[in-house]
């Protein structure tokens, strides 16, 4: 499967960590500094932050959220794997749990999974969510964004543009204590 380069909206900001990836998002969001100070190969891979966060201020409080996180991939596990795990465990254990669609593409070059999906979050209550995942160099990357319901669909289109922006620069293993 061959898909076009996506073409980065030229109101977006870059953010590119260290050379090690980069992603593309809208100007009004608002980068979570603090816990992107880590410095990465102190940090063992299984205790790593997010390497990525920050949200988007929407008119009556709410917020539309992007995180980046990166972990092992489980050995001998291919993507459909882990997303059928993932969903499985949210049925399990994450009431009002509803996946939307599950669309297998190529970004950044490499084969990756875009999942829509509802989840019930106890302080927020229902969010709507678009996540990729993609591996490179046994690791698995997971770009996260969601709203509330009202406010997803006006930011679907900019989540599709945020994931498909996402870049991996280099190896990364190389950068951590496994």
Same mark, same amino acid.
Request: contains cysteine; charged residues 25%; negative net charge.
């Given at each position: 499967?061959?898909?076009?380069?996506?073409? +980065?909206?030229?109101? %977006?900001?870059?953010?590119?960590? $260290?050379?090690? %990836?980069?992603?593309?998002?809208?100007?009004?969001?608002?980068?979570?500094? $603090?816990?992107?100070?880590? +410095?990465?190969?102190? @940090?063992?891979?299984?205790?790593?932050?997010?390497? %990525?966060?920050?949200?988007?201020?929407?008119?009556?409080?709410?917020? /539309?959220?992007?995180?980046?996180?990166?972990?092992?991939?489980?050995?001998?596990?291919?993507?459909?794997?882990? /997303?059928? *795990?993932?969903?499985?465990? &949210?049925?399990?254990?994450?009431?009002?749990?509803? *996946?939307?669609? &599950?669309?297998?593409? @190529?970004?950044?070059?490499?084969? /990756?999974?875009?999942?829509?999906? &509802?989840?019930?979050?106890?302080?927020?209550?229902?969010?709507?969510?678009?996540?990729?995942?993609?591996?490179?160099?046994?690791?698995?990357?997971?770009?996260?964004?969601? /709203?509330?319901?009202?406010? %997803?669909?006006?930011?679907?289109?900019?989540?599709?543009?945020?994931? &498909?922006?996402?870049?991996?620069?280099?190896? !990364? !293993?190389?950068?951590?204590?496994?």
């Amino acid at each position: 499967m061959v898909e076009p380069e996506p073409e +980065i909206p030229p109101h %977006f900001t870059t953010y590119t960590s $260290e050379s090690l %990836f980069s992603i593309s998002y809208p100007p009004d969001l608002v980068l979570d500094t $603090e816990s992107m100070e880590t +410095i990465y190969p102190e @940090i063992p891979l299984e205790d790593l932050p997010p390497v %990525f966060s920050g949200d988007i201020p929407i008119e009556g409080g709410s917020y /539309a959220y992007i995180m980046v996180m990166v972990s092992l991939m489980p050995a001998g596990w291919t993507l459909d794997e882990l /997303a059928e *795990e993932g969903s499985q465990y &949210r049925r399990n254990n994450q009431p009002g749990f509803l *996946e939307y669609s &599950r669309d297998k593409t @190529i970004v950044d070059g490499r084969e /990756a999974l875009i999942l829509k999906y &509802r989840i019930w979050s106890l302080d927020i209550g229902e969010l709507r969510n678009l996540d990729l995942l993609t591996v490179k160099d046994g690791l698995l990357w997971w770009v996260m964004c969601w /709203a509330e319901p009202e406010d %997803f669909k006006d930011y679907e289109d900019t989540f599709y543009s945020i994931l &498909r922006s996402f870049r991996i620069l280099t190896h !990364w !293993w190389s950068w951590w204590v496994m």
